[in-house]
């Protein structure tokens, strides 16, 4: 979903890594239980954080798995209700459809003991609205294909911390680098995560050129995602490298924006990409799929309400309301599909009259 397809090698070592790392922060932690857990299956195997976390630990502790042919969304919670299913994983839009659904506060979802959503970050407001209205701990992760789609965790111990996605699963290290000079940067500080351990990919098939790219001197794979750890060892994500704007000298990221555009009550679904601006380099638009029955905002309502959310430099300076957004085949929104679309205009300005 972020450029062009590469096949990642993961080795029989980096998988069975990967499922003890996911064993030590669920099951040694008591958060599910060896022979007694039931998980519902919505996302497609093929993905390698359903392929994973759904199949190779479901397989690993003796649950249950109830599968469904595609995600549904009165059919999952019908399940979840009938067969005390215990286990979900999902993606951010899943959340969204849940919190969307007008009987979800009235549905006895008491079996679920842990939900996680994955494939992307997702946003404070949809995390909070499904908590409280499915009274379900809901955790996040981190992870990609390359690293066997893990690589950090939030446990069911205690409060997990707002907005993050967790602590380095046991047996990998997490460092941020410099975007620029790929130098070490200190806790708290913004960068590129980079990682190390045992379920990081032998590398890209038949791309030497493409694996060299992506890893340090000192073994440390280059993510291409930006975050940055705080002292106490939780890791935050901002945004992809690629998808960060530079909008006046400064720079904005569309995950930011997208934020503070979910607090708005008439907000479904929402994706943020930078636009070419003759003035300001890039800047901010947003694609909104509003909830059903919601009224049409415009650019300006929209502006006035995240005054109190974003500085001026982040402000969106284009807004359009869509039916649907694009979405990969695990359900992720997807931006590739909306940067093609603004590209074409500017290439066809570009071309020789």
């Known amino acids: 979903t972020t450029g062009h397809p590469k096949g990642a090698m993961l080795t029989h070592a980096n998988l069975s890594t990967a499922v003890a790392q996911l064993q030590a922060m669920l099951i040694d932690t008591g958060t599910l239980e060896l022979g007694a857990e ?17 199949m190779i630990l479901g397989i690993a502790i003796g649950a249950e798995l109830v599968l469904h042919e595609r995600f549904d969304l009165s059919a999952a919670l019908d399940e979840i209700t009938d067969s005390q299913i215990s286990v979900f994983l999902g993606v951010p839009t899943m959340y ?13 979802l008491s079996s679920l003991k842990w939900c996680n959503s994955g494939g992307a970050p997702i946003a404070g407001e949809v995390f909070r609205n499904f908590v409280r209205m499915a009274r379900c701990r809901l955790l996040e992760g981190w992870g990609m294909t390359e690293i066997c789609g893990i690589g950090t965790l939030t446990t069911g111990v205690g409060n997990p911390a707002p907005g993050s996605c967790g602590v380095p699963v046991p047996g990998c290290e997490v460092k941020v680098i410099d975007l620029h000079t790929q130098a070490d940067l200190p806790l708290g500080e913004r960068g590129e995560i980079c990682i190390r351990g045992p379920q990081v990919m032998k590398g ?50 569309p995950r930011n924006i997208e934020e503070a555009i979910y607090r708005h009550p008439a907000v479904e679904e929402v994706i943020v990409i930078g636009v070419p601006d003759a003035y300001r380099g890039q800047s901010p638009k947003a ?42 085949a695990v359900g992720k929104l997807s931006k590739k599909e909306l940067y093609a679309e603004a590209a074409e205009p500017a290439e066809a300005s570009e071309s020789p009259k």
Not at 40 to 46: A, D, G, T
Not at 216 to 243: I, N, S
Not at 307 to 322: C, D, I, N, S
């Open 96 to 108: 969204v459809a849940f919190t969307s659904h007008p009987d979800i506060e009235r549905r006895d």
């Open 204 to 253: 890209y098939w038949n791309k030497p050129e493409a694996t060299a790219e992506v890893m340090t001197e000192d073994g440390f794979m280059r993510t291409g995602d930006v975050g940055y750890m705080a002292p106490d060892g939780f890791v935050y994500l901002v945004d992809r490298t690629k998808d960060m704007m530079i909008c006046s000298g400064f720079n904005v990221y």
């Open 38 to 54: 039931r998980f519902l299956i919505v996302l497609p195997l093929f993905h390698v954080y359903s392929m994973v976390v759904n």
């Open 287 to 328: 694609f909104v799929k509003l909830k059903p029955g919601a009224a049409p905002f415009t650019i300006e309502a929209l502006r006035e309400f995240l005054t109190e959310y974003l500085g001026k430099h982040e402000m969106p300076h284009a807004l359009e309301l869509r039916a649907e957004l694009p979405k990969t």
